[in-house]
């Protein structure tokens, strides 16, 4: 179909239009989950500090 | 641990329902079903960009740029579709105050976003070589446009307000609301003759494209749908995290523990 | 149903012991448009092919404008609560108070119109159009502003929010209300832009207040 990798990436001269599109889906696509794991981790490592909070709290008041 | 429902055996098959319905029972599945989901959402994107670049032909008028497509209709679709799961979980979660179907809606909301972005960006990229124009005001278009904002409203109402049931049971009259906007955007090429051409795909009749555009567009349409499902599955784990800090199995979790 | 005209007398009387909020409104919508003709210049056929899209934003933004006064008042100081307690149907108790709020700052508007309209040079059966839009269009706006009212009552911001909430319900209104005006300008049949403003108003007048409603009952508990 295509007779080269230029032939491709030019897209019969909508390159700028087809790339721009199927670009946005990809960033959007690929950012979102790391996005997520970003915040997971931030919850996590809250909730860890808590719990050692808590336990050095237990602790010092025994 | 499990006992968190202390509704009595007798009628078995409403624990089934209102099990899953438990935060501390979904976690887990949730996490089991994720790697699900990329899987398919690989297999899927791999088999539809496949076919989207090195199967469907030319385009007798629109030559190469009407591969757009591939990326436009799913995305649309799936504002569309995203929307209604988001408000039937809210509307489930005003009718049985389960505190899960609140947060399924929540965690839905940004990649519905994303996706009515998307279809509007991706829209905007299509038309501007085709029809001459980046955007134009006719009633796909601005309903379209509407469910954008309709999205960001109801991410903004939730944010905006502290109580966290409060804000649930909110959000969910918002996004009941809004829902009549779906129909609309839907049925706006068949009610108003403007710009945005009409339906190509029917469930009734033959499609009037190509068989191998029309595979290439369900293709990449399922592959946005298995991703929807994983990155949405992320987000309600981490919003669980978020509201059940105070509770015991929380704080059992492995990954808290370690 | 005498609930309902006991609310509005209530709500009348409140207003016009403080007459200078409703005042206000009205007054931004006199200003606003005022301004865009002193903005643009004289030219006659540009104003008249705006005219309608002007009049109506400033329709809706003046709305916008008054609606806080709708719930926020009477949460703070406790009355809210005291009207979902009645034995009445908290339904018929939101319908008098949306009812109350566009005689206010609804139906002033529709009276404004003309005297407005013709400072952007529009002929008499457009300000005809005009009125009658208006007169079908503030009811909708009034009804769907209650609902974001009812949402955002007592939230920081809660204001702005409800603008962000409310304004993409409005766009139906004002496509279809402006688009009556000039269709009729430039002699286009009208019929179709009123039937869906009326179908509109109707779907309002039947949903809105127990949504509003069920909103009030949320945002209390």
Not at chain 2, 76 to 85: A, D, E, K, T
Not at chain 2, 111 to 140: E, Q
């Amino acid at each position: 179909m295509w007779n080269s990798p230029s032939e491709f990436f030019a897209m019969g001269g909508y390159a700028l239009y087809v790339w721009s599109s199927f670009g946005a889906c990809a960033l959007v696509l690929l950012l979102e989950p790391i996005v997520i794991r970003i915040r997971n981790n931030a919850v996590i490592r809250r909730l860890k500090q808590q719990l050692i909070a808590e336990r050095f709290d237990k602790e010092s008041s025994q | 641990m499990s006992k968190v429902n202390n509704i009595s055996t007798a009628d078995s098959r409403w624990i089934n329902w209102f099990k899953w319905s438990s935060p501390s029972t979904f976690y887990p599945v949730a996490g089991k079903l994720i790697p699900i989901f990329w899987a398919l959402t690989a297999i899927f994107g791999i088999a539809g960009l496949w076919v989207s670049f090195f199967v469907a032909p030319v385009d007798a008028v629109q030559g190469q740029g009407y591969r757009i497509i591939f990326v436009h209709v799913p995305a649309s679709w799936m504002s569309m579709l995203i929307y209604l799961v988001m408000a039937g979980w809210a509307g489930l979660g005003l009718i049985f105050n389960t505190r899960l179907s609140a947060m399924m809606a929540q965690a839905l909301a940004p990649i519905g976003a994303w996706m009515a972005f998307l279809s509007l960006w991706t829209g905007a990229f299509w038309g501007k070589p085709m029809w001459g124009t980046w955007w134009v005001w006719d009633a796909r278009l601005t309903s379209e446009l509407i469910l954008l904002f309709l999205y960001l409203g109801f991410i903004a109402l939730q944010a905006s307000i502290d109580n966290p049931r409060r804000a649930d049971k909110a959000g969910a009259i918002l996004a009941l609301v809004g829902v009549v906007n779906v129909p609309i955007i839907y049925f706006s090429v068949k009610w108003w003759n403007t710009l945005h051409q009409g339906a190509s795909v029917s469930l009734t009749k033959a499609p009037a494209m190509a068989q191998t555009m029309l595979w290439g567009m369900l293709l990449m349409t399922l592959c946005f749908w298995m991703y929807s499902i994983a990155v949405s599955l992320m987000r309600v784990r981490t919003l669980i995290l978020e509201r059940e800090t105070h509770t015991d199995w929380v704080r059992q979790l492995n990954e808290v523990n370690h | 149903m005498n609930a309902f005209f006991a609310i509005i007398h209530r709500d009348l009387l409140l207003v016009m012991r403080r007459k200078s909020e409703v005042l206000t409104a009205l007054f931004f919508f006199v200003v606003v448009t005022s301004l865009f003709p002193l903005g643009i210049g004289a030219d006659g056929a540009l104003l008249r092919k705006i005219a309608p899209g002007v009049l109506w934003v400033a329709a809706l933004l003046s709305t916008l404008l008054g609606l806080q006064r709708m719930f926020a008042a009477d949460y703070l100081d406790g009355a809210l609560e005291q009207l979902i307690l009645t034995p009445q149907s908290l339904v018929l108790l939101v319908s008098g108070k949306i009812a109350a709020h566009w005689l206010v700052s609804g139906l002033p508007l529709v009276l404004l119109a003309p005297i407005i309209g013709i400072q952007f040079d529009l002929d008499a059966s457009s300000l005809y159009v005009l009125m009658a839009s208006l007169l079908l269009g503030t009811p909708v706006l009034s009804l769907l502003g209650s609902i974001g009212a009812a949402l955002t009552l007592g939230v920081r911001g809660g204001s702005v929010l409800m603008s962000l909430l409310i304004l993409p319900l409005y766009v139906p209104v004002l496509i279809f209300g402006a688009g009556a005006v000039y269709a009729n300008s430039v002699g286009l049949d009208i019929t179709g832009h009123f039937s869906l403003l009326g179908a509109l108003l109707i779907l309002a007048l039947a949903f809105v207040p127990w949504v509003s409603a069920a909103a009030l009952k949320i945002a209390i508990e």
